[in-house]
């Protein structure tokens, strides 16, 4: 699969403003931040924010087979980007 990841600090972040929502993103449950996803196949992109470190990565598996097929997109699939996502936003929150 391809993944291509962003990741930025915003200057003026200030902690004790919620994060909001994005303009066309859904809510992803379950993840100890906040995460959403926007869906504009074949590309699944995930946005994550993270002590004012706002992460990006956008999923493509379009055309990529393998013997036994083409790739598929799964759940297990999704949950390992996101975890991977917020792992390196905190990662990267140590740079500080």
Request: aromatic share 8%.
């Amino acid at each position: 699969m391809a993944l291509i990841a962003e990741l930025r600090r915003l200057p003026d972040f200030d902690p004790d403003v919620p994060v909001a929502q994005p303009a066309g993103w859904n809510v992803v449950r379950g993840f100890s931040v906040p995460v959403w996803e926007r869906i504009s196949l074949p590309e699944r992109q995930f946005r994550a924010v993270i002590d004012g470190w706002h992460g990006s990565l956008a999923l493509n598996a379009d055309g990529l087979v393998t013997p036994s097929g083409p790739i598929l997109i799964t759940d297990e699939a999704v949950k390992a980007c996101i975890e991977f996502l917020i792992e390196l936003i905190r990662s990267s929150g140590a740079w500080k």
